[in-house]
């Protein structure tokens, strides 16, 4: 069984850019979360792909979109960086539908620095 | 608005004692509640979880419990060995599909 994988493990990008960050979900699993964890503080929801649409979104601009493939791998794009986007970013992913398991599994993230 | 609260940003244990972890919560709406360790430089790892309808759920070393009543939960781990020592987050989900999670706790187990 493969786990979740993403891309790249770390990334320096400067203020006013845009990023693109991959993930690959748990083989079997239909459903990606992403999250953005800041220093000292726990994971916060940006938003869920389900089946290719967007099911859920956290408190976050617009700037921050996303999209998930057929094969259930997700990417997630942030525009107009800002030095606050500096965090790393954990994509989940877990079964939704019928037979939905309420756990998330999580990858190793992806370390975003804006300088 | 933190609404799930880990009010003990560290707490340090002997090897082969009980670790007590605690986390509090204030929306009545949540229906189902994990823990999660994550080392340095790794994502969390899911280690235990609780239905609403519960109030104490068992795995090994690892139990869970819930007060519904008092909105809090508490990890147990006992013994508590040092590949322990990691920070352990509270996450509690609502009836929609986000996790809402803690700042975590670090434990450090020492021998």
């Known amino acids: 069984e493969t786990g979740v994988t993403q891309s790249p493990t770390h990334l320096i990008k400067t203020r006013g850019q845009q990023v693109t960050l991959r993930c690959s979900s748990q083989?079997?699993?239909?459903?990606v979360s992403w999250y953005q964890q800041a220093l000292g503080q726990g994971p916060q929801f940006i938003f869920q792909?389900?089946?290719?649409?967007?099911?859920g979104r956290g408190n976050f601009p617009p700037r921050f979109s996303g999209l998930q493939f057929p094969n259930y791998s997700s990417e997630l794009n942030v525009n107009a960086l800002e030095l606050d986007d500096s965090a790393l970013y954990l994509c989940?992913?877990?079964?939704?539908?019928?037979?939905?398991?309420?756990?998330?599994?999580f990858g190793p993230g992806t370390r975003l620095t804006v300088t | 608005d933190q609404q799930v609260k880990q009010n003990s940003p560290s707490l340090s244990v002997q090897e082969g004692r009980i670790s007590i972890l605690n986390c509090d919560y204030t929306n009545s709406m949540f229906d189902y509640f994990l823990w999660y360790k994550k080392y340095p430089a790794e994502g969390p790892t899911f280690l235990i979880s609780i239905s609403s309808i519960k109030d104490k759920n068992e795995d090994g070393r690892f139990t869970v419990f819930l007060n519904k009543s008092a909105k809090h939960l508490s990890l147990h781990i006992v013994p508590s060995q040092p590949g322990d020592s990691a920070v352990y987050f509270c996450a509690a989900r609502n009836s929609g599909y986000a996790l809402n999670f803690g700042k975590g706790t670090s434990l450090l187990v020492t021998p």
């Open positions: 083989s079997g699993h239909n459903t």
């Open positions: 792909y389900y089946r290719e649409e967007e099911n």
């Open positions: 989940a992913s877990s079964l939704g539908g019928a037979g939905a398991s309420y756990e998330q599994y």
